[in-house]
């Protein structure tokens, strides 16, 4: 198995609604991002998680809460977000030192 | 700083040879990667140079020159599919697992 996956693929959500972005890798990558994307723009890193641990966190609002419940998860808690939130999200990981990233198909959020 | 410069579009035509040049202005880095990226996609891994010299993987090769902080991404007889974004990004030294991504260049392929 050789990709990442995302759900949902697309999200619509009012700044009052709480929701949760997954990811899943079955490589043993040990290490997982994840970044945001507006469009014409780079990917923006947003958190990395190292062998299951939060590693960077690039000042991020604390209405995005990241969760790496083992080595093939992660999720990405959404609560209060705000019309600029909407972005294509992308997951991302590596087998190491993260100059090879595989990323997910991402997931388009519009936030209301 | 660190960042990293690509022009922001190019035009080619189907068939031809395309250079997309990345500078950069880092203190220093393990590699220089490269993305391509659809409208509508994901980016997928292109190629990674972690030495100075040419990488080729089929009809694209990649280029370092550290002593002149400068690499680029070359597209061999060029196709209409080929037509999307491509970023180059690196991995600074001393910041973990965090990579840096250029602003990325729109290559637009004719007929």
């Known amino acids: 198995d050789t990709e990442v996956t995302q759900t949902p693929k697309h999200l619509v959500m009012g700044m009052t609604n709480k929701k949760s972005l997954k990811c899943e890798q079955h490589?043993?990558?040990?290490?997982m991002y994840w970044y945001k994307q507006k469009a014409k723009k780079p990917p923006e890193l947003m958190f990395v998680?190292?062998?299951?641990?939060?590693?960077i966190n690039e000042s991020v609002p604390s209405r995005f809460s990241p969760e790496c419940p083992n080595s093939s998860l992660l999720n990405l808690h959404l609560h209060a977000l705000q019309p600029e939130d909407s972005a294509l999200y992308l997951c991302?990981?590596?087998?190491?030192?993260?100059?090879?990233?595989?990323f997910g198909p991402g997931t388009r959020l519009l936030v209301l | 700083g660190q960042s990293l410069e690509q022009p922001s579009e190019v035009t080619a035509v189907e068939g031809a040879i395309v250079q997309i040049n990345c500078t950069y202005q880092?203190?220093?880095?393990?590699?220089l990667s490269w993305y391509q990226q659809h409208d509508g996609g994901a980016p997928t891994f292109l190629s990674y140079?972690?030495?100075?010299g040419l990488e080729e993987t089929g009809r694209f090769s990649s280029f370092l020159s550290r002593s002149d902080s400068y690499g680029y991404l070359l597209l061999q007889e060029l196709q209409m599919k080929d037509s999307a974004s491509y970023f180059c990004?690196?991995?600074?030294?001393?910041?973990?697992?965090?990579?840096?991504f250029g602003a990325g260049t729109r290559l637009f392929v004719k007929a």
């Open positions: 991302a990981s590596s087998p190491s030192g993260g100059e090879t990233q595989y």
């Open positions: 490589m043993g990558h040990r290490a």
């Open positions: 998680y190292s062998y299951e641990k939060l590693s």
């Open positions: 880092t203190s220093g880095f393990y590699g």
């Open positions: 140079n972690a030495l100075d």
């Open positions: 990004a690196v991995r600074p030294h001393g910041g973990g697992f965090k990579t840096i």
